[in-house]
């Protein structure tokens, strides 16, 4: 993946790196599986 964005890293990089994106990929996976239905969803917003 960091290839791909060219970030150009090497491997000890992303060794320190590994673990964040593992935590990410958990959380992905969470939001990816959660079923909204077919309900429509609205974001409203009250400034106080």
């Known amino acids: 993946m960091a290839d ?3 970030l150009g ?3 000890s990089e992303l ?3 590994k673990p964040i994106y593992e935590l990410y990929m ?3 996976a ?3 599986s959660i079923n ?3 309900e429509e ?3 409203e ?3 106080d």
Do not use: C, I, K, N
């Open 9 to 11: 890293m090497d491997q």
């Open 41 to 43: 969803m609205v974001v």
């Open 30 to 32: 969470m939001v990816h």
């Open 15 to 17: 060794e320190h790196l």
């Open 26 to 28: 958990e959380y992905t």
């Open 36 to 38: 909204f239905g077919s």
């Open 45 to 47: 917003f009250h400034p």
């Open 4 to 6: 791909r964005a060219g």
